[in-house]
């Protein structure tokens, strides 16, 4: 199963890159995970919300997989434990050969590519910079692959 996380955003500094390298190695060639970087909108003063984030939304949408399991993250979307996102990687790599995780940028996804989504997922109730996410969420991908390969990491 090929994991992508489809990140909008092009410059992460560079712990951001190192972390998410870092988990991203660890992953086996079974369950792969690729970045792929959507620009974000240009940013005025006057610029509605609403705008730029159908402008990502352009971007967002040239990059999806037809027949992709589709999982957007949203602040508002349902909060997994690590069990439960083990869970959820165990039936994807079930049904799909490929499952794509999508992160907005500063203002967040549309309401369109939140609607289209199979899942929304919540990483937390607290408000993390959109850079950071791409850490948790490599981070916590590694760790279901662990609890579903016996592996001690998720310990």
Known sequence: MKI???AAGTKPPAWIKEGVAEYRKRMPRECSLEIREIPIAKRSRNDSVDRLKREEEKGIRKQLIKGARLVALDRKGSIWSTSDLADRMKQWMNDYGHVQLLIGGPD??????LDDADDTWSLS??????FLARVLVAEQLYRAWSMLNNHPYHK
Not at 125 to 130: E, S, V
């Open 4 to 6: 992508e996380l489809l």
């Open 108 to 113: 967040g996804l549309s309401e369109s590519c």
């Open 125 to 130: 109730r607290l408000t993390f910079p959109h």
